[in-house]
């Protein structure tokens, strides 16, 4: 991999409410507003020669990326690292229940539940950015979700991860090269070595 374009998922039927969807077993495709955003991507993208699709395992992502690269014939991987949050208790529930519980808790601690801590979370996403550069594809767009997103950016500026990430856009592409995952894999990987919340 030398480049490597990052977008969240269009407006889904769960995020236009607010609410919360880490189970890839729930049916949570796009709403209209982000099959149009899906579309909107898929412009922005028309003149990149791209070499691969990675997705999430979510119906949101995937459907995002078929409408973005309709026409488009281009192989695809899924790779679940990428994938949202599990929520445990906070499955359905509005995303300020969840934040209000994750202000409290350090990093280590899952929700009820069965849900994923937040360091399990960041050694995902970390292992997912690994497993991407060791991709043979030379150019790669990957839909996903904000929080992978916004961890990856923020990462790669040299920030380590933080309890409250901002929401990242709807279906905006972020292009990054090779050396900037590289440096978000590896703080990403410093963080977990010695976790500072």
């Known amino acids: 991999m030398e480049s490597l374009i990052l977008a969240r998922h269009g407006e889904s039927t769960y995020s236009a409410r607010g609410l919360l969807n880490g189970d890839p077993r729930i049916s949570c ?7 149009a955003q899906a579309r909107r ?8 020669e791209l070499d691969l699709c990675v997705t999430s395992e979510f119906e949101r992502a995937r459907d995002t990326a078929r409408a973005g690269l309709a026409g ?5 991987l899924v790779l679940a690292e990428l994938n949202d949050p599990v929520y445990g208790c906070f499955e359905g529930a509005r995303i300020e229940e969840y934040r ?5 808790a350090p990093s280590t601690e899952a929700p009820p539940g069965g849900g994923e801590s937040r360091f399990a979370i960041v050694d995902r996403y970390a ?7 060791a991709l043979p594809e030379e150019t790669i ?12 950016l ?6 380590s991860p933080r309890p409250r990430a901002e929401l990242v856009e709807y279906a905006v592409a972020y292009p990054l090269d090779r050396g900037s995952i590289e ?3 590896a703080v990403l990987e410093a963080w977990l070595a010695a976790p500072d919340w």
């Open 154 to 159: 923020a990462a790669a500026a040299g920030a």
């Open 29 to 35: 495709g796009l709403t209209e507003v982000g099959q």
């Open 72 to 76: 488009r014939e281009l192989p695809t």
């Open 41 to 48: 991507l898929g412009a922005e993208l028309a003149r990149c």
């Open 141 to 152: 767009l990957v839909v996903s979700h904000s929080l992978p997103v916004a961890y990856t």
């Open 100 to 104: 209000a519980w994750a202000a409290r």
């Open 183 to 185: 440096r978000a894999t």
């Open 127 to 133: 292992r997912g950015l690994a497993t991407l550069l």
